[in-house]
């Protein structure tokens, strides 16, 4: 086992969903694996290992922020070999257009994070999903005929800002929504040489204002898992 993760080698599938909420994490695994096993319950830090249509996949919670986020996927990577890493978390909207529940497929991770100025000793890095996964959730979202929308979102190190009108700033260079873990697994992707991908839903909009509550956040957004099952599935 690993310092945060109590599951034993061999536990923990190849191909892995990452939702924030470790509630999410058992809501998935108890409503769309065949047969699933807990294999963590580290400050209740829920991760399940089960199948999907004959497929060995996991899911498991990282909890909030980068910082947490990144203990998760580090040891994910290196003690259990992960591969395929799909986070499938929520988001706000910063643009009128995308609405609450749309999707989002993020094609590109800013932050407001140091994490990567101090990686990068001061020089700013371009955090990116893998383009195989990207392309292959699109096209399942486009096949379900869900609203999906591909760009540039802002990985965030304060939910509650000194500046309520700093997400206009990031919205004006084109960013569709802000959360606070993308950067973070893209750049762990990139390092280790493995796949990841974010889908996210739209939980909260801060154009209209308009926002979800936590028990549809914990159970109601299947859409994002059923997409990021067909792209960890799709060859």
């Known amino acids: 086992m690993s310092t945060h993760i109590a599951a034993e080698k061999g536990q923990i599938a190849e191909s892995i969903l990452l939702p924030g909420d470790p509630l999410r994490a058992?809501?998935?695994?108890?409503?769309?694996?065949?047969?699933p096993v807990c294999f963590n319950k580290v400050r209740n830090m829920f991760g399940?290992?089960?199948?999907?249509?004959g497929e060995?996949?996991?899911?498991?919670?990282?909890?909030?922020?980068?910082?947490?986020?990144?203990i998760y996927v580090n040891e994910l990577i290196r003690e259990y070999g992960c591969r395929k890493l799909i986070r499938?978390?929520?988001?706000?909207?910063?643009?009128?257009?995308?609405?609450?529940?749309?999707?989002?497929?993020?094609?590109?991770?800013?932050?407001?994070?140091a994490v990567n100025k101090i990686r990068f000793q001061g020089m700013d890095y371009a955090p990116a999903p893998s383009y195989r996964l990207l392309r292959?959730?699109?096209?399942?979202?486009?096949?379900?005929?869900?609203?999906?929308?591909?760009?540039?979102i802002l990985?965030?190190?304060?939910?509650?800002?000194?500046?309520?009108?700093?997400?206009?700033?990031?919205?004006?260079?084109?960013?569709?929504?802000?959360?606070m873990e993308t950067a973070e697994l893209y750049t762990l992707a990139a390092k280790y040489d493995v796949e990841a991908l974010a889908i996210l839903?739209?939980?909260?909009?801060?154009?209209?204002?308009?926002?979800?509550?936590?028990?549809?956040?914990?159970?109601?957004?299947?859409?994002?898992?059923?997409?990021?099952?067909?792209?960890?599935?799709?060859?």
Not at 203 to 212: F, I
Request: overall charge negative.
């Open 56 to 70: 060995r996949i996991s899911v498991m919670g990282t909890g909030m922020g980068m910082p947490s986020h990144s």
């Open 26 to 35: 058992q809501f998935i695994a108890e409503n769309y694996l065949e047969e």
């Open 136 to 152: 292959a959730a699109h096209d399942a979202a486009l096949a379900a005929k869900a609203p999906v929308h591909v760009g540039k």
């Open 48 to 53: 399940f290992t089960g199948r999907y249509k």
């Open 201 to 235: 839903t739209v939980s909260d909009h801060l154009v209209t204002h308009e926002a979800t509550p936590a028990e549809e956040r914990e159970t109601r957004f299947r859409a994002m898992a059923e997409i990021a099952f067909q792209a960890l599935l799709a060859k």
């Open 155 to 179: 990985s965030s190190d304060s939910f509650y800002t000194e500046d309520p009108d700093q997400w206009k700033l990031w919205a004006r260079f084109g960013v569709l929504g802000v959360e």
């Open 88 to 113: 499938i978390g929520t988001c706000g909207s910063l643009r009128a257009e995308i609405k609450i529940r749309d999707l989002i497929l993020g094609l590109s991770a800013s932050t407001d994070s």
